[in-house]
């Protein structure tokens, strides 16, 4: 249902100003939808790095695992597993983007604990611990930038909406009141004018009837 907004000229200087602001603010948030999709692409890119350096990297640890276990045998890589008590750690920051608060993940690092089994651990072994602490890091580097990219993706589309509402609802509202507004008011100076003008035109007609009956009376007496 339409708001009902009185045609007063106070009501049109307000909606003027709301109007300014309400473009304003559609201004603004587009260039922010467009500074967030250019990160977005910007980001595009470095996702589908990481999840080429995650096929990459996945495909060797599990190579190297292989051999490890063909090599120094199953119950080496088992034993080096279970006498490791490495763990990982993983800094994470809020970064300001934009005005869209964004989790920045920093490079992974690893706690330093003995790799090395009871039983020993041949080369091969060792060389798949390390391919697979490659691989953690990659996972690690997809999460993190898949996680910016859901984040901005999101804010993206909550400020297109955003822009879409002012500019297919707001605005063109304001712009309606201003013209229904503006319309009555124009109307009424009109009728102001026309009740002028008849006022004029009889006050006009009484002075030339006086005039006239002056000049009568005039005429009369001479």
């Known amino acids: 249902m339409a708001e009902t907004i009185a045609p007063t000229r106070s009501n049109l200087l307000q909606r003027r100003d709301q109007l300014k602001l309400a473009n304003r603010g559609a201004d603004l948030l587009k260039r922010k939808r467009d ?11 470095v996702s589908l790095q990481a999840r080429r350096d995650l096929t990459k990297a996945s495909q060797e640890a599990y190579v190297s695992l292989v051999l490890a276990n063909a090599w120094d045998g199953p119950e080496a890589v088992k034993s080096l597993s279970l006498a ?26 690893f706690s330093n604990a003995s790799e090395f089994s009871p039983l020993g651990a041949g080369g091969r072994t060792l060389d798949a611990a390390a391919q697979f602490k490659l691989l953690t890091e990659a996972i690690i580097r997809v999460a993190a930038t898949e996680t910016r990219l859901r984040r901005i993706g999101e804010e993206i589309k909550k400020t297109s909406r955003r822009v879409n509402a002012l500019e297919q609802l707001v605005i063109p509202n304001i712009a309606r009141q ?26 006009e007609a009484r002075d030339e009837a006086d005039k006239e009956k002056i000049r009568a009376e005039r005429a009369a007496s001479a």
């Not at 500074?35 to 890119?45: M, P, Q, S, T």
């Open 35 to 45: 500074a967030l999709i250019g990160e977005f692409f910007d980001l595009v890119k």
């Open 84 to 109: 490791s008590s490495a763990t990982v750690e993983i800094g994470i920051t809020v970064e300001n983007l934009f005005g869209v608060k964004v989790p920045q993940v920093q490079a992974p690092t």
């Open 178 to 203: 201003i013209k229904d507004i503006r319309s009555v008011l124009d109307q009424r100076a009109l009728e102001e004018v026309t009740v002028l003008k008849r006022i004029k035109s009889k006050l």
